[in-house]
Each structure stands twice: as C-alpha cells, then as structure tokens.
C-alpha cells in the first residue's frame, strides 16, 4: 500500500488550483476573442450595409437629376397647378409617353421580400410598367419633390404667362439600410436641386 | 542524474514571434478602422456635394428666371444692387440662398454672410429639407456661394478674365476687361467629422449667352 501512495504521488499532473487558474484564463480569453470577432462582424455588416445605402442614394440622386434637367416637367394647363410637395414627379417628353418616378407603397410587391420597405418605382411608359430602382432592402423613408413654380411659364394662360420663373425641382431623399440587428441600421439623408434646361420662350 | 534536453525556444524567438503577429493584428485592424472612417467620410461627401450643386443650380435657376423676366441684367439680385425682389448690398460678393424651406419659394439670395462660419446650414419644416435659413435644427454643414464676375475685352472678345475677389469688372475706360459677361458661382461646403474639418468645392461659369 505505501508503495502504491508514492506511485500515485510522483505522477506528473496537475493541482486543483492549476486547473482553475488556466481554466479561468481560458475561458476569459475565449470570451474576449468571441467579443472582438463578434464586433467585427457586425461592424463589416454595417460597413457592407452603410455601401449600399450610398451607391442606392448616388444612383437616385444622378438619375433624377439628369432626367429633370434636360426633360420638360409636365404641367396642367394654366391655370392648373401641380401639389406644392408630392412624392411624385412626371417628366414629359416629345416624341415618348411620360416619365414617372415615384414613391412606392409600403411593401409594395415590387420592392421585394421585406413587409415594412417603401422604395422607388420609375415608369418610363406613362405609368403602365413599374420597375424599382432601389435595392430591395433598401427603405426609402422619405422622397419628397419640390417644383416650383407650380403652373407652367412656358404655356399662355388667356394672353398672359401665370409666371416668369424657370422651372426648378427640389429632391430631398431618406434612405435607411433594413437589418435585423439594430445596430448594423444605417440611414443617409440628402438634398439637391435641379434647375430645368428646358428653354422654351 | 540524467539531463534531458528539452526542445523549446528562446525568449528572443518568443519575442520576435509575439512582434510579427501584432505587426499582422495591427496592420488588419487599422485597416479595417481606416475603412470605417472612409465610408463615413464617403457618406458626408455624397451629402455635401449635393449641396454644392443645389447651390450652383439656384444661382443657374435666378439667370435664367432673369431672362425669361425680360426687363432686367441676367446677374439681378445676384451681383446687380438695387433689385426690388432681393435687396442685394453688395459688399464682399458671397451671399447664400434665401429659401426658408416652405412650399413656394422665391429664388433669391441673402447677401449678409461674409463667411462660411456664418453660412451653417439648417433642416426646416415638417419635410425637413436643407436651407440656409436659421430657424430649425442645425446641421453639420455650412455653405456658401462666392460670385465673382466675368469680365471681358470690350475691343478683342478672346480674352476674358474672372474679377475674383471684387463684385464688379473694372469701371469703363480701363484698357480692358471691363465688360461684364459672365459670373463664377463658386461653393464652398464645410463640415465636422469627429472634430476634424473637411471641405468641399464646386465652381460652375454662368454666361449671358442666350
């Protein structure tokens, strides 16, 4: 029997207290490690997330910008006058049927999968076909148009224009990123104006 | 006794190993921070030059709604003084759009910032659009349009010079450039990025080619 304790005693290992310690140590390391990967993971959704929200508001920004600087914007005949602030502009063109771009409704099913998305819809046929041209897991918060003024100065109403003031639309677009996780959200707001190339008098 | 020669490393192997990693951590992570900082620099840009260019195409907006008024310079209320619907006192030439942010707005200019800090830009009414009128929440950002006319040769039409700096082209009988033709709209945009300044500008030539 003494000589089984001394075997027992002399094998290598180690003690409680060893264990406890590396164990403790372990495990606070690991936590550490899943923390930091865990943050960089979401910091690189919200990186990927934040990218899409930009190119979807530089695209929209362009597009818009473009049409309504060098398409007529279609008024009423004088003296009818379009809303002061809408979420829809219609441009008019000679030779084409209108072009339209609008806010859609939310969770239309064009936008894509998600219940709670609004996005924007173009219409290059007078508004027959509608096709989105935001990403679909992109919201559109908030797409308002600005024109002023709000009856044409290029048609005569009786012997006289209503107006002298060239045609200018105002673009103020909210787009937020829809992710799960609250803190990869991420939102951009922004502004342009357009003043119309369309000469006519 | 029997020694056993133990394989292991040095503490300088250890320390040059501990070395090379952190270089490799270091390196991806400031890699990966610099990247975040960029995409929010990158979103205040797209912001910021959409100001710009809301600026330039006001200024645009004013000529043209100049010309089609008929009786009047294609620079009034811009660098003509005396206008009844802007009472532009021209002083130092940099003025910022006088829209308040409601329905129906009129495009003239507010000649009384001297400089971008007085020039902030602020978000107004229930839509919350953009303007230089100070009576909402306040912005990030400041801008402000600085008009420089175009002068040229009343003898010899190929040179053309910008007056930058003055509000006018030289009274007539200098030898030359004292015909105005033209105005330079430049803006200027400035923010704060987590306390650093970044600054933005576009200029664009408005003629009176009609």
Redesign the interface.
Known sequence: MTGDKKTIASLPGFSVIEMLVVVAVFSFSILILSQTYLSFIRLSHRTANSSAVQQDMRFVLEYITRMARHTAIEYPVPPGSLDAATSTLVLSRDDQPAWIIKLSDTGDVLCGDLPEVKCLLVSSDAGVNWAPITSKKVNVEKFQILVRPSVTPFVLSGNNYVNNQQPFVTLLIKMTYMAPNDREVVSLEAQTSISSRVYVR | MRTINLAGQTLIEMLIVLFIIAMGLFATVSL?FS??AL??Q??DQ??AI??A??AL??V??KR??N????DRPFDYGLLVEGAVDSPVAVIDCTVVPAWDGS???D?FFDPTPNDLSQARVYKQGV????TNVSTATSTEYQRLLTLAPICEDPNNSANKAVAEGACACPPAGFPTYTKRIGLRAQADIRWMRKNRQRNLTIYGDFYDWR
Do not use: K
Request: net charge negative; aromatic share 10%; glycine share 6%.
């Open positions: 990966i990247n975040v995409q929010e990158d979103a797209i912001v959409n100001l260019r809301e195409e006001m645009q907006n043209d709604t010309w089609l008024l008929g329905a129906i707005p495009p839509e919350g659009y953009f």
